[in-house]
């Protein structure tokens, strides 16, 4: 008997640690990996960094040789030159170009594309992710588990083997897409993160990371100095709140050489800043600025700021109000981070308008890879069509780097739904190069994380995943709606949502305005809030004039009547039905494609938790549609059109 189950554990054993259930995630070797190790020959000096590099090629390449040269005076910053041949070299001018290239030629070779040469370097040089971990293990907005930092287990300068694996596999993953920054914690930020105990722990973090080419960050408490009793203010002008600003510098760079800096969410949704002492944010962040300047390091400064000095003005236009008139006070060393839209993360947003108000403080974007209000990691949302269309509006090479919210937990595949790692991966590849196109980041993406070449899954399948942004904003708020989530957690629909107690900009019926004489928020200076004037002359025109303002954006810049003729011929109400309709229509065609089509091509772990997430989707799109369409239809007095 003992024996009997002594065989059933070993079967299941070998079965789970065949099963993949995603925790290699876009690094799962094939199932026809070769057993042979190739041979890796290296011109310069190794180091932690090239050793990495080493492993992956002795571990990962197929062919029997590849060459690493190190050649400073190749000019090539972070990237790497890649020569196909008969044994490949990857030369690079520093040693994380090696590891950057020698992950570009795995991949030529795991996308199964014939070998050729390139030559890339990254076109932001800080390429970041934000993670919104607590200390106390929750993640703010994270859909995936708990915290991937499990800082009880870091301790005595070292960490747990488990977390050790973990972290490898996140390190690695990070490196082949070329992320060479993470901030550790969440922005509302607790001050204790910056005590002698938890830097310590940073520090552990930050070691291991080092020789991926990650640097480590973290969030900044404001207030952190008075919060910790140090100080009875946290005033920037204070010269002993300064003097603790500039001692906890040191205090870190001792620990941490490299240490990235701070990013700092500043009188914002109940955070402290220098608004509590009446100084502006140029105050706040130039006084972090001057205690990480000794050691290079930066302040990260966001402008998702609204309320508190604005009551009463669109949220929409808050950034530029708090902002624009910073420009030019700022430290070279502090950046303005700012979301890819002016509101918060929506489906779809315009771009904002910041972008066109900022000339002379360096800038990074904040994207969103976590989707808080994109289904979470329960609705199949590809967000890379999302971030090009933000690219299309806001030049890259305006912008100093580039962030986005992990969508990172301790579930085993990190991600919550599979398909969501495919945005962890287009953040990194946009994140290199934002000109790469988002079908063939996901084409990408699917050949490695599924190892089929089969086109009746590839295609359809890449099909799917570029349809589902667009179709995600139709059945949610389609023709530029926008906020209509549920209270708080921001998953379903509640259009009719109101709080008396809450402010007004956290209110569904503060964006859409749908009344019986119609919908949409008149953001034009001729009759609205002139958040139109915001933006560069181009495009000002176009949101203001109803003639030329895109269907997308339609009620986020103008507030219209039911009966409003679109260009399509049918009235607005007519519209709004069908788009909703269409938003759900894709979804039930693109589960049924997925039961039905595309069993045999994958994993069977994998496929049967997409195509339970695929009803999910389903069945959350109609809510979707019904509750927004009923609710609207008490004001527009119509059928809801089929
Ligand atoms: C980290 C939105 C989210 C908050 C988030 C905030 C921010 O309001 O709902 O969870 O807080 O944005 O970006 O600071």
Sequence with gaps: MKKTIFLFLNLFLALAVYADDGHLLWLQPSEDAR????????????????????????????????????????????????????????????????????????????????LHDAEERPAFALRMLNH????????????????????????????????????TIYARTNASIGINATVLNNVNASPRILTDSYLRKVKV???????????????????????????????????????W?????????????????FLVKANSEGQPGPGDYNRSHADGANMLAVALKPYGGQVIWRSFVYGANHKGEDRVMQAVS???????????????????????????????????????????????????????????????????????????DSLSGIAGVANT?????????????????????????????AE??????????????????????????????????????????????????????????FKAEYPLEWCPVYYHKADTAGVGFDRTQATGTGATRQYRSDCQAVYEDLRTCPDEYLLWFHHLPWTYTMRSGHTLWQDLCYKYNEGVAWVEAWRYFWASSTRQYIDDEQWLKVDTLLQHQLENAREWRDTCLNYFKQFSHQEIAQ
């Design 205 to 243: 973090i930050a070691d291991f990371l080092r020789p991926y080419g990650i640097r480590v960050y973290l969030s900044a408490n404001f207030g952190s100095p008075k919060a910790l009793g140090a100080t009875k203010t946290a005033d920037p002008l204070d010269k002993k709140v300064q003097r």
């Design 245 to 261: 600003w500039t001692a906890k510098a040191k205090e870190i760079y001792a620990l941490i050489p490299d240490f990235g800096g």
């Design 322 to 396: 708090e902002f624009a008139h910073l420009d030019g006070q700022f430290a070279a060393n502090v950046t303005l981070q700012s979301k890819n839209g002016p509101l918060d993360f929506q489906p779809r947003e315009p771009y904002a308008p910041i972008f066109d108000n900022i000339h002379c403080t360096p800038q990074m974007v904040e994207l969103q890879i976590t989707q808080e209000y994109l289904g979470q990691s329960r609705h199949l949302t590809y967000l890379a069509p999302m971030w090009k269309e933000f690219f299309q509006f806001v030049s890259p």
């Design 440 to 497: 063939m980041i996901a084409r990408e993406w699917l050949v490695q994380t599924f190892h089929t070449q089969d086109a009746r899954f590839l295609e359809p399948v890449q099909r799917m995943m570029m349809g589902s942004r667009e179709a995600c904003v139709n059945y949610m708020m389609p023709l530029g709606l926008h906020h209509i989530f549920k209270f708080d957690h921001h998953y379903g629909p509640e259009p009719d949502g």
């Design 35 to 114: 057993a042979t190790t190739a041979r890796v020959l290296l011109q310069g000096q190794e180091s932690a960094t090239t050793a990495l590099a080493r492993q992956e090629l002795e571990r990962g390449w197929n062919g029997s040789q590849v060459s690493l040269v190190l050649d400073a005076s190749a000019r090539l910053g972070d990237g790497y030159r890649l020569s196909a041949g008969n044994t490949p070299t990857i030369t690079a001018s520093s040693d994380l170009g090696l590891l950057y290239g020698s992950f570009a030629l795995l991949r030529q070779q795991a996308l199964g594309i014939p």
């Design 132 to 167: 919104w971990d607590n200390l106390d293990g929750s993640v703010e907005r994270g859909y995936a588990g708990k915290s991937i930092w499990k800082w009880e287990e870091i301790a005595d300068g070292g960490m747990s083997e488990a977390l050790r694996e973990r972290l």
């Design 409 to 437: 937990g301790d579930e085993a595949n990190w991600c919550g739904h599979p398909f969501s790692q495919a945005n962890w991966y287009a953040f990194g590849r946009l994140a290199w190069n934002p000109r790469l196109s």
